[in-house]
Nanobody
Framework: QVQLVESGGGSVQIGESLRLSCKAS??????MAWFRQPPGKEREAVAT????????YYSDSVKGRFTISPDNDKNTLYLQMNSLKSEDTAMYYC???????????????????WGQGTQVTISS
């Protein structure tokens, strides 16, 4: 089991930026990811990364605005979020899990380690 602790959330205005951090208690799992859950909605994958190959996945809603990046020396996963929109408001979770079919899935049920979440609120 790995312990994941997120930080960096907060309240910002539309168009601003935030960087989320996720500190892992061990070396990274094969798949590391950021998910988010808006109020009243299901949890969805924002970005995933296969830490050995560097292969990334981004949801269409954040592609070009968000960047997932691991710092292997610090066991810390980042999510740089630029040009934030009101629809980005959600609880953001860091997740770790094994590979799936040679890569990383965007299905939250295939990740078995979760942080406690950090709230991101975007206002006009």
């Amino acid at each position: 089991q790995v312990q994941l602790v997120e930080s960096g959330g907060g309240s910002v205005q539309i168009g601003e930026s935030l960087r989320l951090s996720c500190k892992a208690s061990t070396d990274f799992y094969y798949c590391m990811a950021w998910f988010r859950q808006p109020p009243g909605k299901e949890r969805e994958a924002v970005a995933t990364i296969a830490t050995r190959s560097g292969t990334t996945y981004y949801s269409d809603s954040v592609k070009g605005r968000f960047t997932i990046s691991p710092d292997n020396d610090k066991n810390t996963l980042y999510l740089q979020m630029n040009s934030l929109k009101s629809e980005d408001t959600a609880m953001y979770y860091c997740a770790a899990g094994p590979s799936y079919s040679g890569g990383c899935s965007s299905d939250p049920y295939l990740f078995n380690n979760w942080g406690q979440g950090t709230q991101v609120t975007i206002s006009s």
